[in-house]
């Protein structure tokens, strides 16, 4: 006679919404900011002084991710630099820290280097390399957002986040170094891209050096032939910014008229130097994030002050950003968004031991175009089980995986919008302890025994039809017809079924 334990999980789903407004997104704040040769004495604004000014800023700013230029790194101290920047401006004060810093390369060979920083209430991070040890530096991170469904459907959106520090200067020669330069980023992001996949939602920040949308350090990154990762303006303002007054409400440099002890440029403010730039994917929402429009600003610039300091304009924090830096800070802000919970009717495993074989069973409350079963051993690589097909709500996984393994089903509606199951684990072998002691005897003939374990049991007879509710576990079988009985009890949360055969 053919034995089958079943274990029976109802839970919940999730389905994603075509729409950013109807998921449960959250704000991420990216700001980007040139610290002029942070931690490098010098008497015009000393380490203490800098830690204050960038305090300030990053209190009236509140972002959630900072590119940081310019970290002095000219005996390879850069690392200590960031954990000092981290430990003593974003983390300062009484709140529990929530900032933490991705690794620095320890190999640079320059005394100035990037830094990539995000609240870890919100992103955490994943892999990180530089495109150049030496001189530029452009940094590319992986990062990946803390959804609030993250724990329950292994569900995320990753975030691919470049740094650069592009070499200045206006001299051809120059020119064409910056493009060979994001050459050598652009050729590290297809690598990325055969390594993990296709990088879609994907943001660019930092000082880009280039005087218009033409130069050879930033036109390439427009036309990389990566068509969902292809990175824009989110302003979309091309031209010749340097020198130009059309574009004076979004000049990043320089804050200052006068020459400082910190090395920092003078000559008021004329140049668009500092960008945020984001993906096509992100602009068109493609991806589950997407940029705010209306939120890309130049922190401190208010048009009003062509070829003059900041001080001449008219912003609370213009001290501040004039001794910070000779760089105006740049921010942008983006939706990042989840999963919308959807109850299924049903989504259940039956593990039969005898065949090795694990079923799945859902069923839905809307109509769907097609569903896709998934399995992960790790909650992140999941294999398809079947080709995308007509949502029957069955399938049988007749090679399962030893171990713990966990399902989901991927579905699209008829419209095309994208859907996702809740997790269900299942562990094989899958002998639960009160699943083990079973039923005694089976076959039967005068009495049955049931688990003990059992908070519950229901007897049904062979067309699905309930014939009894004990309860007590030892049961006087005596005048019960012959024939089989399907037996369903509950314990620890677990639903069990078997046949047993009255004699």
């Known amino acids: 006679m053919k034995r089958s334990l079943y274990i029976l999980l109802s839970i919940l789903a999730g389905s994603l919404a075509p729409a950013l407004q109807a998921q449960p997104c959250d704000t991420l704040r990216v700001l980007v900011t040139n610290l002029l040769f942070y931690?490098?004495?010098n008497s015009f604004c000393d380490p203490a002084c800098k830690d204050d000014q960038l305090r300030q800023l990053l209190a009236d700013q509140r972002p959630h991710l900072i590119g940081f230029n310019e970290i002095w790194n000219n005996t390879q101290q850069g690392p200590t630099l960031a954990a000092a920047l981290r430990a003593n401006v974003l983390n300062a004060g009484p709140n529990p820290p929530r900032f933490d810093c991705a690794p620095i390369h320890t190999a640079s060979f320059h005394p100035l280097v990037n830094a990539l920083c995000f609240d870890s209430t919100r992103l955490g991070f994943l892999r990180y390399e530089t495109a150049n040890l030496t001189w530029p530096r452009l940094d590319l991170y992986k990062?990946?957002?803390?959804?609030?469904t993250l724990a329950t459907l292994a569900d995320t959106v990753f975030l691919f986040v470049g740094?650069?520090?592009?070499?200045?200067?206006?001299s051809s020669a120059e020119e064409v170094q910056r493009g060979a330069d994001i050459q050598l980023f652009l050729d590290l992001l297809d690598r990325w891209h055969t390594q993990q996949g296709p990088i879609e939602n994907l943001i660019l920040m930092g000082d880009f050096n280039g005087n218009s949308h033409l130069d050879p350090g930033y036109a390439p990154l427009l036309v990389w032939n990566n068509a969902a990762g292809q990175l824009v303006d989110p302003l979309d303002r091309p031209g010749v910014w340097y020198n130009n007054a059309a574009f004076a409400d979004i000049h990043t440099q320089s804050t200052r008229t006068t020459s400082e002890s910190d090395l920092g440029i003078a000559g008021g403010s004329d140049d668009r130097y500092d960008h945020i730039l984001c993906s096509r994917a992100i602009l068109d929402r493609t991806q589950r994030m997407g940029y705010v429009p209306g939120s890309y600003e130049t922190v401190g610039q208010d048009g009003t002050f062509f070829n003059k300091s900041v001080l001449d304009g008219g912003h609370p924090l213009r001290q501040v950003l004039h001794r910070l830096s000779d760089h105006l800070p740049v921010r942008a802000d983006f939706l990042v968004c989840g999963l919308v919970p959807l109850a299924l009717d049903r989504f259940e495993a039956e593990i039969e031991l005898d065949e090795s074989s694990v079923w799945l069973r859902w069923r839905t409350p809307t109509d769907l175009r097609d569903c896709q079963p998934q399995r992960s051993t790790d909650l992140t690589h999941w294999q398809p089980l079947a080709a995308d097909s007509a949502c029957n709500g069955t399938f049988v996984d007749r090679q399962p995986l030893a171990g713990r393994t966990w399902y989901r089903v991927v579905a699209h509606t008829i419209d095309g919008e994208q859907r996702l199951s809740n997790l269900l684990q299942v562990d094989r072998p899958q002998v639960h302890p009160a699943a083990?002691?079973?039923l005694w005897p089976n076959p039967f003939d005068e009495y049955l025994e049931l688990p003990a374990q059992a908070a519950?049991?229901?007897?049904?007879?062979t067309q699905g039809r309930l014939w009894i509710t004990p309860s007590e576990s030892h049961l006087d079988t005596r005048s019960w017809p012959a024939g089989l009985y399907l037996i369903e009890w509950w314990t620890q949360g677990r639903v069990f079924r078997t046949k047993a055969l009255k004699l």
């Open 39 to 41: 931690g490098r004495n």
């Open 143 to 148: 990062l990946y957002f803390k959804s609030q």
């Open 163 to 170: 740094v650069l520090h592009q070499k200045a200067g206006s």
């Open 436 to 438: 083990a002691a079973g």
């Open 456 to 461: 519950r049991v229901r007897i049904l007879d």
